[in-house]
């Protein structure tokens, strides 16, 4: 296939990609453009169709129609083994009648690559996943970790210039986990291939990408560098799936913003005329009194408190009766100041953190 | 206090332990009391019987103690030959079974589930039907002037009647036919819990559909597809019923040898000794073949995930 981008990433353009299942739209008119050599991620809750789309990518799944571009080539139509894409499958579908050897040089092996240079190839991007000297075992002498590794290289091994990633690490322990997001993290920084990651966990959206994609019910909500993500969401759909939010109805009157009755500043906000104020947890802080000219504030009572280890949650009635949640580090000074269960307390927001949320129906 | 409660814990029983350890042994013999029928079983119905076969061929026709039965057997040329018959018909039934099974198998696997339980039902529908009743079916549609060679003639395919039945013919096709199903339900038994990843990621990495399924899926399901030929394979070593009405008497099996030395010369010694002797042959297949299943799953290719 003719490719007229010779560095060793390639921009994927994806236009109107639509699949329907019935009458439930998997993909609905997705149009998205991911940049050569960035790491994106593609998060939602299950079922939103990201993992469809990741499909689509690979030519596992026809669409009913839309338009996938590989630099400039269309490849929608081109069959899976033709279009030299990378892929980390989310069990591994590591070939178990094959050594980890075998399993990295058989993209080469059916390449025509000659054995020499192939077995230097495996030996390769064994020293790339840390595992050299790992050829000759058989797969079901590895942990799930190095299994992981294993499928990383034998994706990358053929040294395509995209790399697609369905939930790779879902099936590891919390702490390998973390790990393997740095890892992967920085394996991406050196080898720079155009990266496509699938994951439900916004936690490993934030960390790994440059930017996410979030999607729901076939549709893309938002796309935008993970701080943007988490600090302006462009929908009530998107502050209420990444991260813990309370959203708070506010009234506009004269350009002033307000919420029951008492003005907001919302300095912070790109939304200047959403119609909800949102609250994260970690933003909020506890006030003595209610006369601090520099925040905006909440008053409430103080309906359950929860020590995290780290930190610790409190849950305040709002006057209107909504529950916000207000997280603090557990730190010795913090402590001593949480008030006690059912006394009245004020909150603060700083203006610089006041965001309004568009209404998704806008 | 509590070093004095530790102590007493260790020079004293322990808490509970005479009572735990005869629970679990009661519990291993009531288990084991479960499998006494089953064994009983096997000693009366194959244990007896087969030793009593073997003593009885320990004996010549005067009824002496003797190894006649035996040293008969690898002089005459025409045992050697009923040997090699039934060596034979099992290995070309099983070929053809392997041939026309495993593209079915492999189809039946792709099915969604709903389909591939039709099919299987119509793989199993045979088996409700007595194999006599079969058998003979078979000789009617392949006789002289059955249907196939009606059919065939009057369609100009062939002018004359096909010899399609009392030969080898005949027996392989009732055979095969007999045995597909003991072949076709391990293979897709084995074919199904092959991942479907593992052919994605096999054309993902650049295999073309046939690539993928020499590499992949082929050596995935012989597990599947080698415990289905020993089944077969065994099940026609001693096969009597379709090689003898399908045969026509040309295709002599050793289980139709022990059948007629009995019935015209009541000759137990012989009659024993033959069925020793092939009963011997299954069993080193079965025991070379174990070797073959083993080492194939030491080498991972357990077909699972």
Known sequence: ?362 | MADSANSMGNTLTRINAVGLRQDERRERLALFGLSVPAILLVIVIVAIPVGWLFWLSLFNDEGVLSTYNYTRMLESKSYFRIFRTTFNVSFMTTALCVIIGYPFAYFLAQLPQRWANIGLIAVLLPFWTSLLVRTYAWLVVLQRKGLVNQWGMELGLWDAPLRLVHNMNGTLIGMAHIMLPFLVLPLYGSMRTIDQDYVKAASNLGASPFQAFWNIYLPLSLPGLFAGIVVVFVLCLGFFVTPAVLGGGRIIMVSMKIETIIDLFFNFGTASALGVVLMLLTLLVLFISHKLLRLDRVLGGGGGS
């Open chain 1, 1 to 362: 296939m003719p490719v007229t981008d010779q560095d060793n990433a390639l921009p994927i353009t994806i236009r109107s990609v639509t699949k329907t299942y019935g009458d439930v739209y998997a993909l609905d008119e997705v149009d998205l453009d991911v940049q050569s050599g960035e790491f994106l991620t593609l998060l939602g809750p299950s079922g939103s169709g990201k993992t469809t789309l990741l499909m689509v990518l690979a030519g596992f799944t026809r669409p009913d129609h839309g338009s996938v571009l590989f630099g400039e080539s269309e490849v929608i139509r081109m069959p899976p083994h033709k279009r030299e894409v990378g892929m980390v499958f989310q069990n591994y579908a590591l070939f178990p009648h094959m050594t980890v050897a075998g399993n990295i040089g058989f993209p080469l092996r059916l390449r025509g690559i000659d054995k020499k240079t192939a077995r230097e190839r495996v030996e390769n991007a064994l020293g790339t996943v840390q595992l050299g000297g790992y050829g000759d075992r058989r797969i079901d002498q590895l942990s799930g970790g190095q299994m992981q590794r294993v499928a990383l290289a034998r994706a990358i091994v053929f040294e395509p210039r995209i790399l697609l990633m369905d939930e790779p690490l879902s099936a590891l322990d919390k702490k390998l986990r973390e790990h393997m997001q740095i890892e992967l993290r920085h394996l991406h920084e050196k080898l720079g291939m155009t990266t496509v990651y699938v994951t439900h966990d916004q936690r490993e959206a934030l960390t790994m990408s440059d930017r996410v994609a979030v999607i729901n019910d076939g549709k893309l909500m938002q796309l935008d560098s993970p701080r943007q993500i988490y600090d302006q969401p462009a929908s009530t759909f998107v502050a209420n799936f990444i991260g813990e939010s309370t959203l708070l109805p506010v009234d506009h009157r004269n350009g002033q913003v307000s919420y029951a009755g008492n003005p907001i500043d919302i300095k912070g906000s790109e939304s200047k005329n959403g119609s909800f104020l949102m609250l994260r947890p970690e933003r909020l802080i506890l006030l003595s009194s209610n006369n601090d000219s520099a925040y905006n504030t909440f008053q409430g009572k103080v309906k359950d408190i929860v020590y995290q280890g780290e930190s610790f949650l409190l849950y305040v009635t709002l006057i209107d009766g909504t529950d916000v949640a207000v997280r603090s580090v557990s730190q010795k000074d913090l402590i001593a100041a949480v008030p006690e269960v059912n006394s009245q307390i004020v909150l603060g927001l700083h203006p610089d953190e006041t965001v309004l949320i568009p209404d998704d129906n806008e």
